[in-house]
């Protein structure tokens, strides 16, 4: 029941209880039917989303097993839930695994430039797929990838400003800890009974990414990352740092 309801129904006399001399629920079939209740946000709206509705992109930065997918879907649930946003993840490896079969570290090396456009592709059509989710005002779409360069980050973000009046804001989970899922974050990807170690291919894959690994706006003064909208989450939240978050 919603408030409202409940007030309705307690002060509804018909239906009191054993006992009860008005005020009471009321207990006999037909008498005031549970009804159910609208979410808060569309019900205040009618239905309709609101004029007011940002359209926002929110782009994860991060290495991987840092818990970038844990935290895309959780906000996602959240945005959805309580706010009544019609939010959507993105999540680029989940388009790889559908349509590769399990990749080796090697894959990953940045020297390799033939596999690196093969990747670059998986995450170009996931970016492709958000930004025509974005075509409708009020929507959020969260874009689960790594973006662990300055260049990528930069091409996301202009490829997402084309579509007009879309708020952007980086996502970054830092941790300098010693991942403790290797294994469960590999068997992921594992669609064939590859022989190898594949706790160490990961750790191995993850290596490639940190040698390439540009924090947002780690350079001078003049570095453009400072104008960007970013929220830094530290060591699972020990530290939060925001930049241009209204």
Partial sequence: ???????????????????????????????????????????????????????????????????????????????????????????????????ARYLQHETYDVNDADATRRRKLFSDQTLDELKLFLLEPGRTAIFDASNVTSDRRLEVYSEIKKLGKVDVIFVEIMSQETMIFEEEMAEQDLVDAAPLDIAEDYRKRVQHYQEVYEPIASGGDDDHERDYSYIKCIDRGKQIVMNRIE
Avoid at 67 to 75: W, Y
Wanted: charge should be positive.
């Fill in 1 to 99: 029941f919603s408030a409202q309801e409940w007030h309705r129904l307690a002060q509804n006399g018909s239906g009191a209880g054993e006992g009860g001399e008005g005020g009471g629920y009321p207990h006999k079939e037909g008498d005031v039917p549970q009804k159910p209740v609208a979410h808060p946000t569309i019900a205040e709206t009618g239905g309709r989303k609101s004029e007011k509705s940002e359209t926002l992109a929110l782009v994860m930065v991060g290495v991987p097993g840092r818990g970038k997918t844990s935290v895309a879907m959780r906000t996602s649930r959240y945005l959805s839930f309580f706010h009544g946003v019609d939010c959507r993840v993105f999540n680029v490896g989940d388009r790889r695994r559908q349509h």
